[in-house]
């Protein structure tokens, strides 16, 4: 039930910025460490930011001073704002949040990590 979706991926040239976007929905009750991660074909995923419910922020040296990440509860959303961007930031970016939700299943709440589908970011002249 509990899904999440990311948006604002597309192409710039260097030097150039984009906004990410993720929403989660889905019976929702509170979403605790929220991040985002990101990916090129045949590398592994890449830690790229983390905020948690308190606000705290952690980034991945490579983006430190270009990115930042934000969150807005009562939309149950991520942000990162992408400023700087080079070549090397090309990559399939997915959001990840640790979620509590209700499940009318069981009719209980459930604690789980939740990832995106991933929106495609390309840094190219």
């Known amino acids: 039930q509990v899904q999440l979706v990311e948006s604002g991926g597309g192409l710039v040239q260097p030097g150039g910025s984009l906004r990410l976007s993720c929403v989660g929905s889905g019976g929702i009750l509170r979403i605790n460490g929220m991040g985002w991660h990101r990916q090129v074909p045949g590398k592994d995923r890449e830690l790229v930011a983390t905020i948690t419910d308190g606000g705290d922020t952690n980034y991945a040296d490579s983006v430190k001073g270009r990115f930042t990440i934000s969150r807005n509860n009562a939309k149950n959303a991520v942000y990162l704002q992408m400023n700087g961007l080079k070549p090397g930031d090309t990559a399939t970016y997915y959001c990840?949040?640790?979620?509590?939700?209700?499940?009318?299943?069981?009719?209980?709440?459930?604690?789980?990590?939740?990832w995106g589908r991933g929106t495609q970011v390309t840094v190219s002249s």
């Open positions: 990840n949040a640790d979620i509590l939700a209700y499940s009318a299943a069981v009719d209980s709440q459930i604690r789980s990590a939740y």
